[in-house]
């Protein structure tokens, strides 16, 4: 049955809002971190800056060590986003492969792990990794991003290998391959569109991850973009809007890219799916 044109009309009009919804924050930011102090104290803001200039960008690097931050970010969030889909891969599969009590418990426990809010959390975490002597360090934020990941990956991936047809890993089994050599060779390839969505969602959680950062760092020379962020507010909380617009506009870009460049590799694989099947 063909959808009639009105039903289509809507549907675009549709996409069309719930795209601008999404994109107005992020315009409206790139065009406050270009507008000079004048424009920004005006009582008519514009949505193009009348005279842009690049003086709230070298601010921000001036006042704060914003490339330093932004390296911090970047081997957390990277680390997270490896150890977590390195973890998940093969306990997704035996969830998958093996529906048993064992599995019921682990889907469980993924239910049950993201009801809990942070601040229930931070006070065991916090206890844990003093003991590991990882406090203030990159490691210790490191394992917290990943233990928080984890659940929400293992679940992701678990529907993930669920839609790779046994037959093909029964076929590997009689031609002599083993179970690892299964798992390696024949169903991580066809999970290379899964593991980069939830490698894409390991790294954008961490980078964009305040709370726990802003408790377990405590040397600035250790702190990720999200908590220098606020190092733009003073102390009566007013915020140096340019500045800060500037620095928040170059924390999102690293995120707009990985998930350029991942949404490629999902769409590569999955046409190669189609054209091979």
Do not use: C
């Amino acid at each position: 049955m063909r959808t009639r044109p009105a039903a289509r009309a809507g549907q675009y009009a549709a996409l069309l809002a719930y795209l601008v919804f999404l994109g107005f924050p992020f315009v409206w930011l790139a065009s406050t971190a270009f507008k000079p102090p004048t424009e920004l104290a005006g009582l008519h803001p514009t949505w193009i800056p009348q005279d842009p200039t690049l003086a709230n960008f070298r601010q921000a690097f001036d006042e704060q060590p914003l490339l330093r931050a932004a390296l911090n970010s970047l081997l957390t969030a990277s680390a997270a986003a490896l150890v977590a889909v390195a973890v998940a891969t093969p306990m997704a599969y035996v969830m998958a492969r093996h529906r048993g009590a064992l599995a019921r418990a682990a889907t469980g426990w993924v239910l049950v792990s993201q009801a809990f809010p942070f601040v229930l959390l931070i006070i065991p975490l916090f206890l844990v990794l003093k003991n590991l002597r990882l406090i203030d360090s990159l490691p210790g934020l490191v394992l917290v991003y990943v233990v928080w990941s984890l659940p929400f990956a293992l679940w992701m991936l678990t529907g993930y290998v669920r839609a790779v047809p046994a037959e093909l890993e029964e076929a590997a089994a009689v031609d002599g391959a083993g179970r690892l050599r299964t798992l390696v060779s024949v169903t991580v390839p066809l999970l290379a569109p899964g593991i980069a969505a939830t490698a894409l969602f390991a790294f954008v959680t961490a980078w964009n991850e305040f709370f726990f950062a802003l408790v377990l760092l405590k040397t600035p020379e250790h702190q990720t973009l999200p908590v220098l962020l606020t190092r733009f507010i003073g102390a009566e909380g007013v915020a140096d809007l340019g500045p800060l617009a500037a620095a928040a506009f170059l924390a999102t870009l690293p995120s707009l890219v990985v998930f350029a460049l991942i949404q490629r590799r999902i769409t590569g694989s999955l046409l190669a799916g189609a054209v091979k099947g």
